[in-house]
């Protein structure tokens, strides 16, 4: 008989008895909860958990770890998600005992070491940037952007343009946390069109710009691979009606050491650090979104900061103007780890480097694959991405983006960002990143033009994909409006059919 049960669930080869790790034998006396929890917070029975040995444990997760996708099975060309690989360096230095073993909640002189990697890390990003001073408070690039935003309104409210300042000018090739992050900071929002070459109307900016704007969002290069070559028009204009311009840090993977925001014009920047310094990245997290601004901002910043007196690291939270604090640590620490020995690893001319080949990449593939594809801003350069438009064979053959991105995983390649930006109608965004070599992309290539070529001659091939993967299609709709999360609510949902 063939063992086909690590195919379950956990629950599913659960039996009594079975033990996978046994606790010490506690010495310490019990302490009863109920003196400290109230009873609506205290569990009522116990926890339904699995019995199985050690080794049953080992082979589930095995078999589980087996069936995923990530950038160490294969190309992960996932646009403006940046999901490049993580060099297994950043690793061992992460769970380092100095790193790994420690608690925010310690001491400043018994975890000198970390507060020295995490000041030195701040100083880098300073100098990447170019902006005055950053925080690392901020756990992901989200949080980042919503942190950047309650700092422009701490500072309109502190030259007294807060009730007067109610509006964030936000392109409509932005990434969808811009217009949630303005609107969750107590903004309305405004959306200006992109030209028909893809970039930011400068003349639709200049209308809707008055004494009543806040800021302007938007990363550069934008969402569909391309330099704002009126970025400091752009900037003049914000600056010039009193507002303030912040920098979706998404796309820095293209700029490292060629560019900054701080060059740019911008006041503030957030940084996905997981995309642009490869910390790990996916299943939604971890990740680490820290801010930098320009001086006239720096008193606003997260607290406690850190800073160095003489030769000792310390958290100073003396800052009376400060938003306050935003996590309840700085980032997410191991990232953050990782991040300073990517940086340490490659220095400064080799970060060039890193944007300089991850542009060369993307070029390439573009060059390779618009002949097949419609590639709606191919005539000029992109930077470190592109988008495809699949509408020419939704028409022709009845295979849309969705279709091709799922066919992609038959043969070992991850679906780019589909849909995305919505500018571009059946849009796949690309970003092959720079870890990908020429063998690789090309390899990519080859199945995106062996797929366009499907797509012609057995379209049903591409409509149904995926063929080859662990699990075939879903449907994505009832698995996003009515997720099953629980072991419970399956069971009882196999009851109720």
């Known amino acids: 008989m063939i063992l086909n049960d690590y195919d379950q669930l956990i629950f599913e080869i ?30 009522k029975e116990d926890a339904e958990l699995p019995e199985v040995s050690e080794l049953q444990l080992l082979r589930h997760y095995t078999a589980l770890s087996n069936k995923n996708f990530g950038v ?49 890390l701040q100083e880098y990003l300073t100098v990447t940037s170019g902006m005055d001073a950053i925080s690392l408070q901020p756990a992901a690039g989200a949080q980042g952007e919503l942190t950047a935003i309650l700092v422009f309104k701490k500072y309109f409210e502190s030259i007294g343009e807060g009730e007067q300042r109610k509006y964030i000018i936000i392109p409509d090739s932005a990434h969808g946390t811009n217009p949630a992050t303005a609107v969750v900071a107590g ?10 070459g893809g970039l930011v109307d400068v003349e639709a900016l200049r209308e809707v710009v008055n004494e009543e704007t806040a800021g302007i969002m938007l990363t ?9 070559k009126d970025i400091q028009e ?55 979104g820290p801010i930098g601004v320009v001086e006239k901002l720096i008193p606003f910043l997260p607290v406690p900061r850190i800073e160095k007196e ?13 938003i306050g604090r935003v996590k309840g640590a700085f980032g997410n620490f191991g990232v953050n780890v990782r991040v300073y020995t990517y940086i340490r690893a490659y220095g400064g001319e080799g970060l060039r480097k890193v944007s300089e080949n991850a542009v060369l990449n993307a070029n390439y593939l573009l060059a390779r694959l618009k002949g097949e594809y419609d590639a709606p801003y191919g005539d000029s350069y992109c930077k470190h991405e592109f988008v495809l438009d699949c509408t020419r064979q939704k028409h022709d053959y009845g295979v849309n983006a969705k279709d091709i991105g799922k066919r992609l995983l038959d043969y070992g390649i991850h679906a780019p960002t589909t849909y995305f930006p919505l500018i571009v109608p059946e849009c796949l965004m690309i970003e092959p990143t720079e870890t990908e070599s020429k063998r690789d992309l090309d390899y990519v290539a080859d199945i995106f033009l062996k797929i366009a070529e499907e797509a012609k ?21 009832t698995a996003a409006r009515k997720p099953i999360l629980t072991y419970r609510a399956a069971k009882a949902a196999d009851v109720a059919e």
């Open 14 to 43: 659960s039996s009594p008895g079975h033990v996978a790790y046994d606790l010490p034998t506690q010495d310490v006396p019990e302490y009863d909860l109920s003196k400290d929890l109230e009873s609506d917070y205290q569990r």
């Open 72 to 120: 160490e099975s294969g190309p992960y060309p996932l646009g403006s998600c940046t999901m490049k690989y993580n060099p297994k360096v950043n690793e061992v230095a992460a769970f380092m005992d100095g790193f790994n073993n420690i608690h925010p909640n310690q001491e400043p002189e018994t975890v000198q070491g970390a507060l020295e990697l995490l000041y030195n």
């Open 187 to 196: 903004y309305d929002t405004i959306e200006i069109p992109s030209t028909p």
């Open 220 to 228: 550069n290069p934008s969402t569909v691979g391309l330099y704002e």
């Open 234 to 288: 752009i900037v003049k204009i914000m600056h010039d009606a009193g507002a303030l311009a912040f920098y979706d840090g998404a796309n820095s993977n293209a700029i490292l050491g060629i560019s900054s925001p701080g060059q740019m014009g911008f006041d503030a920047v957030h940084y996905n650090l997981h995309k642009t310094f490869s910390g790990p990245h996916g299943g939604g997290g971890p990740g680490s």
């Open 310 to 322: 003489g030769d000792q690291y310390v958290l100073n939270s003396d800052y009376p103007e400060s």
């Open 457 to 477: 001659t057995e379209p049903t091939l591409v409509q149904e994909a995926p063929h080859n993967t662990p699990v075939k299609r879903l449907d994505e709709a």
